[in-house]
Nanobody
Framework: QVQLVESGGGLVQAGGSLRLSCAASGIIFSISPMGWYRRAPGKQRELVASITSTRRTNYADSVKGRFTISRDNAKNTVYLQMNSLKPEDTAVYYC???WGTGDYWGRGTQVTVSS
């Protein structure tokens, strides 16, 4: 059974930082692509950042230079370091992986950035 559990969200002032974590189980993590998505109120879910098994990364234009995705295969965990946070980064952040024929999601963690 695939499980993705996010943590690290919270309330932060604009300009601050947060680090999100996603612990994965039920997959061979080291060969699994991982991604972070977010859904802001009234908006569609969007890709924030992704990382392949070979550590190739991809970022949404809106977060380039501020967010960094990384993975620790020994801990089966993917991270999203978020710096210089803006109010428009406020959203529920979800961890995602594709394993076999499945597309799996965590329950999400709320990030709120106050101005």
């Amino acid at each position: 059974q695939v499980q993705l559990v996010e943590s690290g969200g919270g309330l932060v002032q604009a300009g601050g930082s947060l680090r999100l974590s996603c612990a994965a189980s039920g997959i061979i993590f080291s060969i699994s692509p991982m991604g972070w998505y977010r859904r802001a109120p009234g908006k569609q879910r969007e890709l924030v950042a992704s990382i392949t098994s070979t550590r190739r990364t991809n970022y949404a234009d809106s977060v380039k230079g501020r967010f960094t995705i990384s993975r620790d295969n020994a801990k089966n965990t993917v991270y999203l370091q978020m710096n210089s946070l803006k109010p428009e980064d406020t959203a529920v952040y979800y961890c995602n992986t594709r394993w076999g024929t499945g597309d799996y999601w965590g329950r999400g963690t709320q990030v709120t950035v106050s101005s």
